[in-house]
């Protein structure tokens, strides 16, 4: 149980295009996820809490119009980067929480996604 | 302020070697939960256990046993026998009052045959 989905695992790009990553839910339903970012040898950093239904709390530093986050369902969060230049090449990973099951604390992360602008 | 230690950067033991990742943290919370994942090569976290601050029974899974001491404020994680797939980046994290869960810095287990 407990499985989360992201999408695409890899993408490339062109500078100026915008990129939508899917994260789902597959077994549970999350009425939070989150999406980090990670560089390569260091620790994930969160960019942005999203609940369903709701806008996304973004952390600070973090430009919301650059990355907007959609969290239509309760299985389903998507991470748009617009515009995308060389400096948003990095490792996105999403997590999402079981809110209503035993440990909702516990977040449990999909495979992430690696993503490279030319 | 809640804070995660992980002070080992790397370690690089012979295969069936029992290796100890140290985890330190510090938070104002009473009640709190520390985790540990483990992130393979391929980059996906995968959860490996869930701690709450009231319950600092040690626990086995396995070559995976963990040790939880408020005393110390220390979480570490140990493997035992340890094999070329143990090889990873491994990450404790904290998660008190607030949302966010408080990552360590990781520590990179080398595993040689």
């Known amino acids: 149980g407990a499985v989360v989905s992201q999408h695409p695992s890899r993408v490339i790009c062109k500078s100026g295009t915008s990129v939508k990553i899917e994260c789902r839910s597959l077994d549970f339903q999350a009425t939070t996820m989150f999406w980090y970012r990670q560089f390569p040898k260091q620790s994930l950093m969160l960019m942005a809490t999203s609940n369903e239904g709701s806008k996304a709390t973004y952390e600070q530093g973090v430009e919301k119009d650059k990355f907007l986050i959609n969290h239509a369902s309760l299985t389903l969060s998507t991470l748009t980067v617009t515009s995308a230049h060389p400096e948003d090449s990095s490792f996105y990973i999403c997590s999402a929480s079981e809110t209503s099951g035993s440990s909702p604390e516990t977040q449990y992360f999909g495979p992430g996604t690696r993503l490279l602008v030319l | 302020a809640q804070k995660v230690t992980q002070a080992q950067t790397e370690i690089s033991v012979v295969e069936k070697e029992d290796v100890t990742l140290d985890c330190v943290y510090e938070t104002r919370d009473t009640t709190y939960y520390l985790f540990w994942y483990k992130q393979p090569p391929s980059g996906e976290l995968v959860f490996l256990i869930r701690?709450?601050?009231?319950?600092?029974q040690n626990e086995i899974s396995g070559r995976y046993s963990w040790n939880f001491q408020k005393s110390t404020s220390s979480f570490n994680f140990t493997i035992t026998a340890s094999q070329v797939v143990d090889s990873a980046v491994y990450f404790c994290a904290l998660k008190g009052s607030s949302y966010k869960l408080i990552f360590g810095s990781g520590t990179r287990l080398l595993v040689r045959p």
């Open positions: 701690r709450n601050s009231f319950d600092e």
